[in-house]
């Protein structure tokens, strides 16, 4: 099977650009994850993961929790963001969501094309792997 992959922070939720991200997350608060501003047309995103899906692909999420964050904190991380996803990308039925500790490579049991923001994450990826520029094309390409 054909899967396609997204990280969500910085590549299709703007957290960074979220004022005083950094010291709510050392707080441990969700509001960045739930206010960040999608960063490309999520009407066009959406529409192009649902005719991949309807060609056969997996539409997976795997994103990373807070550094240092508490086991409390995580699981109100994964809330913040699959409201996040609710919210932006609604028409999406993802086939998994996987918001994991922070640090955990991505490429366990999953294959496929990644998009992540950290060339990092890109490197120790497996197989394909694209930075957060240029989805939407990317996408259209794999038609």
């Given amino acids: 099977m054909k899967e396609i992959w997204f990280d969500m922070d910085g590549t299709i939720a703007d ?8 010291p709510q997350l050392i707080n441990e608060q969700t509001a960045p994850y739930e206010n960040a501003h ?16 309807r060609k056969g692909y997996k539409i997976g999420i795997v994103s990373w929790t807070s550094k240092n964050a508490s086991k409390k904190y995580e699981k109100a991380i994964e809330k913040a963001k699959k ?4 919210k932006h990308l609604n028409s999406v039925q993802f086939d998994t969501i996987d918001v994991i500790s922070y640090g955990t490579p991505k490429s366990i049991n ?11 994450n890109r490197r120790e990826w497996k197989e394909t792997a694209y930075d957060e ?7 259209k390409g794999l038609d």
Avoid: C, H, T
């Fill in 133 to 139: 520029k240029n989805i939407l094309e990317i996408l």
């Fill in 83 to 86: 409201k996040w996803l609710k």
């Fill in 38 to 53: 999608p960063m490309l047309n999520m009407n066009s995103l959406a529409r192009s993961l649902n005719r991949l899906q």
């Fill in 15 to 22: 957290l960074y650009g979220v004022e005083d991200w950094l």
């Fill in 110 to 120: 999953r294959q496929g094309i990644l998009f992540d923001d950290e060339e990092p």
